[in-house]
């Protein structure tokens, strides 16, 4: 993952239909004419062409919040075409959309038995660069947690999480935009801007087995803005990692 965050769009401005995110389908359809993807990140969209039409799909500078060197860094600057669109000169006409897709489970906070803070900063999460040899947070299997993670810094960071998905509960307070109201595990961090997320731990657990949490721009996590945390049944206590994890 480079440190490039696209916010893609047509080359008419038309509309896009987005339909699904990280982890699956959004609740309902979501018409956009800009979907802003962040290293990591994933959307499903739904384009409506006629026949023997040509489109493009193009990066436009996104707003990242951010300061204007540290956006050029981030490819708030550049605008460029990604890929031609070509429709078949004759078409079957495609069933129409639901009004609905599919029903999203809402997680409460009044169920989080954890409420954690992630602060982002100068290559580290909270203070800290990633150690392989060091557990930095121990979760219990089959409970649910809040995690809020702000990017204390200028430049454009994001947040991405191994072992499950999340929801958006608040960014900055307020609730998220129709996009991010879908199954996500990774969310774009504007500079100083608190997000809340919310999950549910029910996979596999193993006190000697950590899952990572980081920024997923290249550099940033390859010079240590990354942690891990294991999940660990009711009782049990975090094992030391062996000498060959992250081999």
């Known amino acids: 993952m480079t440190a490039r965050i696209y916010d893609f769009g047509l080359s008419d401005d038309r509309e896009l239909t987005m339909i699904a995110s990280d982890g699956g389908l959004l609740d309902k359809p979501h018409r956009t004419d800009r979907v802003r993807l962040s290293p990591g990140e994933r959307a499903e969209v739904i384009v409506e062409m006629t026949p023997g039409e040509e489109l493009t799909l193009r990066s436009f ?4 919040g951010a300061s204007s060197s ?15 669109l070509r ?14 897709l599919v029903t999203i489970p809402r997680l409460d906070p009044a169920d989080a038995a954890q409420k954690r ?8 999460i909270n203070g800290e660069k990633m150690d392989l040899g060091r557990i930095d ?7 649910t947690e809040v995690w809020q993670v702000r990017n204390d810094h200028g430049r454009a960071h994001n947040f991405h999480i191994h072992d499950v998905r999340f929801q958006v509960l ?12 879908g199954w996500k595990d990774t969310i774009y961090l ?6 809340r997320l919310i999950m549910r731990f029910t996979g596999y657990a193993d006190p000697a087995t950590p899952y990572m949490y980081h920024c997923h721009l290249l550099r940033h996590e390859d010079e240590g803005m990354m942690g891990q945390f294991v999940v660990v049944e009711p009782g049990q206590r975090p094992v030391a990692p062996s000498d060959d994890h992250g081999q």
């Open 137 to 143: 947070t121990v979760v219990t299997k089959d409970t």
């Open 190 to 195: 504007p500079p100083r801007v608190p997000i």
């Open 87 to 100: 429709a078949k000169e004759k078409l079957t006409p495609s069933p129409p959309l639901p009004d609905r």
């Open 70 to 84: 540290n956006t050029r860094d981030s490819g708030g600057d550049d605008q460029f075409d990604v890929l031609q």
């Open 61 to 64: 500078g996104p707003d990242l």
């Open 117 to 124: 803070s992630f602060e982002l900063r100068s290559r580290r």
């Open 170 to 181: 608040t960014i900055d307070g307020a609730a998220p935009p129709p996009e991010l109201r």
